[in-house]
Every structure is written in structure tokens, then in C-alpha cells.
């Protein structure tokens, strides 16, 4: 029962340690950062104060192209984009998360161990009979 229990919590810590360590977060050059790391998503917004969200953004020149609701396409000059984010590390939630996990692992480790005194000797009816 235990070893079946084992691999569904294992996959469930490992997806909360994935997802929960990022957050969108200004990107300080769009440029240079899309290039470099080609994220799967970022969210740019123009100077009219549109936003968008491209998939698969690239460099092209002085342009940023992308998927737009499915469709590839020109998404403006680098001279329109006010701001750019995307899916970065969060320092904060990562060190949260870390914390929280390390936590888990001691309170599984302390139940799986018996969890201490179990209770026994206050259920002794002759108290010489209950020493350890």
C-alpha cells in the first residue's frame, strides 16, 4: 500500500516544483533575451498600450515575428514594443517551494517511522507491566 502511494506523490511534488518556481516577469532586453533563450510564450506590449501574447516569438532585423491566435506573423518594429515578459525563475516561490518540500520530506520521514511513541504504555492497565 505504502510503495503505491509512493510514485503518485513523487510526480505530484515534481509537478508543483516545476510550475510553481515561475511567474511572468519583464524581460529588461526583449531582444537579446528572445534570441537567447527562445521562450515558448511572452507577452509584448505595443506603445498604444495593446497586449499580446506571441508564441514562439523570433528576431527578424529590426521586427518580432511570432504565432498570433495560431497564425504566423509580423508582430511590429522593436520601436512599437514597450515591454515584453515571459516565463522566468521566481527566487521567492522557488525558496517558498523548497522550504515547503523540505517540510513534507521530514513529516513523511517522522510518520513513516512510526511517528514516535505510539501510544501504548497509556493504555497499560498494570503500570509495572507498561515499563520499557
Not at 510518520?111 to 511513541?117: K, V, Y
Request: proline residues 7%; glycine residues 12%.
Amino acid at each position: 500500500m505504502l510503495r503505491s502511494l509512493q510514485w503518485p506523490s513523487a510526480i505530484g511534488l515534481v509537478a508543483t516544483m516545476l510550475t510553481g518556481c515561475y511567474a511572468m516577469a519583464p524581460v529588461a532586453s526583449p531582444r537579446q533575451y528572445i534570441a537567447a533563450r527562445g521562450p515558448a510564450l511572452v507577452m509584448v506590449t505595443h506603445a498604444d498600450g495593446s497586449v499580446v501574447p506571441v508564441e514562439g516569438p523570433s528576431v527578424k532585423g529590426d521586427s518580432l515575428m511570432g504565432f498570433v491566435n495560431g497564425r504566423y506573423q509580423f508582430v511590429g518594429r522593436w520601436d512599437d514594443v514597450r515591454a515584453v515578459t515571459a516565463r522566468q525563475a521566481h527566487k521567492g516561490r522557488t525558496l517558498l517551494l523548497a522550504g515547503g518540500a523540505a517540510v513534507t520530506l521530514v513529516g513523511l520521514a517522522i510518520m513513516l517511522n512510526g511517528g514516535g511513541n505510539s501510544g501504548e504504555d497509556f493504555l497499560c492497565e498494570d503500570p509495572p507491566e507498561c515499563t520499557p
